[in-house]
C-alpha cells in the first residue's frame, strides 16, 4: 500500500509499505477513504515529540470501508462505512469502564497517563496512523462506529477528534448560563469549542489568535467576538478591560505547547526523549480568568513543562480540567448536533489534498499558507 512515512524532523514522504495484517483476532483492516491533518500531528511533524520513529505514518483523525476483520470481531463485517476515533482503547479496563477511553490502561507499555493513539509515536503505544490507503484498527468491536446514512465523508472525519476535542474543550469548561468565555487559539480545536460554548449557555465567547484569516473564520464559524494578540502589548490587561476588569469566566486553551518549537526543544526532544515548550496560552488564560474561575485545556502539551504559573492558578482558587478527549464517549450528542444543523464541522475544510502530495500538506499547513485551517488527505480512487 501507499502511505505517508515519517524520515525526520521535516522531512514526510510517501511511500510503498507493506499491508497491515490482523494481529489479534478483534483486528479489523480498514481501507482509509478520508483522513485529516491534525495541528497536533505539528508536534511530531518538527520532530519535537519523544520516541517518533523513523518509518512512522501519521494520522489520528480518518474513516474509512472495513476491508477484513478478525475471527472475533462480531459488530463490523466487510464493507462497512466506519469512522474511527483518535483514542486506542480495550472497552472494560478501569479507566475505560469509567468513559475515560483516552486513559485506556491496556493499549500502552507507557500507559501511566495516556493510552494509545493513532500514529503518534510510541509515547501513545507506536500505532501507525490513518494517513495511508489501509491501516490496522485495533478493538474493532469496541472502537470504530458506522456512519449514519445521512452524514457526510468530511463531517465524520471531523467528528473523530477536532470535533470531539472542541466540544469536549467546552464541556469541561463546565459552562455556567450567561459566563463570558474566552478560547485561546483559533484553529479547528479552538473554533469549535468557541461554537460549542455557546450551545452549552455561555453569553459572551471570545477567541484569541494572531491570525487574521484564522480571526475571520471565528466570526463567521463561531459568532465570536476576536482579538489580534500581536495588536496589543499585553493580551491579559485588555482581556481585564473588556471584562469589567475581573477577567472571564471560563478559558479555553486550545493552542498547548508552540508546534515550531526552539533550539533548546528540539534538543530535548531529540536527545532525551523530552518534549519541551513555553506554555504561553496556558498562562494567558491563568492570568485572564477571574478568581474562581475555570481553566481547560484542550491544547497538546508534553510530558515536561516549566515556567507554569501554578503558584497564581491556586491564589486565585482556580478550577484546572483537562484531558485528551475521550471520543465516543462525546459522539451521540454531537451526531444529533449535527443533524440538527448545530454544528457543520466540514465548513472548516479549506483543503483537499491527495496522498501522494502530502508532504506539501504539512509544509502548508505548518508554514500557514493559504490561509488553511484543516487539511483532508484523500487517498487515491485505486486504493
Known amino acids: 500500500m501507499r502511505a505517508m512515512v515519517y524520515r525526520g524532523p521535516y522531512r514526510v514522504r510517501v511511500e510503498e509499505k507493506d499491508m497491515p495484517p490482523i494481529e489479534h483476532p478483534n483486528d479489523a483492516i480498514v481501507r482509509v477513504t478520508l483522513a485529516a491533518i491534525c495541528g497536533s500531528d505539528l508536534h511530531l511533524y518538527h520532530g519535537l515529540m519523544p520516541d517518533t520513529r523513523v518509518g512512522t505514518t501519521f494520522g489520528h483523525e480518518f474513516i474509512g470501508v472495513v476491508e477484513?476483520?478478525?475471527?472475533?470481531?462480531?459488530?463490523?463485517?466487510?464493507?462497512?462505512?466506519?469512522?474511527?476515533?483518535?483514542?486506542?482503547?480495550?472497552?472494560?479496563?478501569?479507566?475505560?469502564?469509567?468513559?475515560?477511553?483516552?486513559?485506556?490502561?491496556?493499549?500502552n507499555p507507557n500507559a501511566t497517563a495516556v493510552g494509545g493513539i493513532y500514529g503518534y509515536s510510541h509515547t501513545t503505544g507506536g500505532y501507525d496512523g490513518g494517513q495511508a490507503e489501509y491501516v490496522r484498527v485495533p478493538f474493532a468491536?469496541?472502537?470504530?462506529?458506522l456512519i449514519p446514512e445521512w452524514m457526510s465523508d468530511?463531517?465524520?472525519?471531523?467528528?473523530?477528534?477536532?470535533?470531539?476535542?472542541?466540544?469536549?474543550?467546552?464541556?469541561?469548561?463546565?459552562?455556567?448560563?450567561?459566563d463570558?468565555?474566552?478560547?485561546?487559539?483559533?484553529?479547528?480545536?479552538?473554533?469549535?469549542?468557541?461554537?460549542?460554548?455557546?450551545?452549552?449557555?455561555?453569553?459572551?465567547?471570545?477567541?484569541?489568535?494572531?491570525?487574521?484569516?484564522?480571526?475571520?473564520?471565528?466570526?463567521?464559524?463561531?459568532?465570536?467576538?476576536?482579538?489580534?494578540?500581536?495588536?496589543?502589548?499585553d493580551i491579559v490587561v485588555h482581556m481585564k478591560k473588556i471584562t469589567d476588569h475581573l477577567g472571564a469566566?471560563?478559558?479555553?486553551?486550545?493552542?498547548?505547547?508552540?508546534?515550531?518549537?526552539?533550539?533548546?526543544?528540539?534538543?530535548?526532544?531529540?536527545?532525551?526523549?523530552l518534549q519541551g515548550g513555553?506554555?504561553?496560552a496556558l498562562n494567558w488564560a491563568i492570568d485572564s480568568v477571574r478568581k474562581g474561575g475555570t481553566i481547560s485545556v484542550m491544547g497538546a502539551y508534553g510530558p515536561i513543562f516549566t515556567a507554569v504559573k501554578f503558584g497564581d492558578a491556586l491564589n486565585k482558587g482556580l478550577?484546572?480540567?483537562?484531558?485528551?478527549?475521550?471520543?465516543?464517549?462525546?459522539?451521540?450528542?454531537?451526531?444529533?448536533?449535527?443533524?440538527?444543523?448545530?454544528?457543520?464541522?466540514?465548513?472548516?475544510?479549506?483543503?483537499?489534498?491527495?496522498?501522494e502530495h502530502i508532504a506539501e500538506?504539512?509544509?502548508?499547513?505548518?508554514?500557514?499558507?493559504?490561509?488553511?485551517?484543516?487539511?483532508?488527505i484523500v487517498p487515491s480512487p485505486s486504493s
Not at 184 to 199: C, H, K, M, N, R
Request: charged share 20%; aromatic share 8%.
Open 68 to 107: 477484513e476483520v478478525g475471527p472475533s470481531v462480531q459488530n463490523l463485517k466487510r464493507g462497512d462505512r466506519v469512522m474511527v476515533p483518535f483514542n486506542i482503547f480495550c472497552g472494560s479496563c478501569f479507566f475505560c469502564a469509567r468513559g475515560l477511553q483516552s486513559n485506556c490502561h491496556n493499549v
Open 249 to 273: 469566566d471560563v478559558a479555553i486553551d486550545a493552542v498547548g505547547a508552540e508546534a515550531d518549537g526552539n533550539l533548546l526543544q528540539h534538543v530535548t526532544a531529540a536527545k532525551f526523549k
Open 154 to 178: 468530511e463531517d465524520a472525519v471531523l467528528l473523530t477528534d477536532a470535533t470531539a476535542t472542541g466540544y469536549f474543550g467546552a464541556q469541561l469548561g463546565d459552562i455556567s448560563e450567561g
Open 180 to 233: 463570558v468565555v474566552v478560547v485561546f487559539g483559533a484553529g479547528p480545536v479552538g473554533l469549535i469549542a468557541a461554537q460549542s460554548s455557546w450551545l452549552m449557555g455561555a453569553g459572551r465567547v471570545i477567541v484569541i489568535d494572531h491570525l487574521e484569516y484564522r480571526l475571520e473564520k471565528a466570526r463567521t464559524f463561531a459568532h465570536a467576538e476576536t482579538y489580534n494578540f500581536t495588536e496589543y502589548d
Open 141 to 145: 468491536d469496541v472502537g470504530p462506529s
Open 278 to 280: 513555553s506554555p504561553v
Open 361 to 376: 500538506g504539512y509544509h502548508m499547513m505548518s508554514a500557514k499558507l493559504d490561509n488553511c485551517i484543516k487539511p483532508l
Open 319 to 355: 478550577t484546572l480540567r483537562m484531558n485528551q478527549a475521550p471520543v465516543k464517549r462525546q459522539w451521540p450528542r454531537l451526531f444529533e448536533h449535527v443533524r440538527n444543523g448545530y454544528l457543520k464541522p466540514s465548513e472548516l475544510v479549506t483543503h483537499r489534498i491527495p496522498l
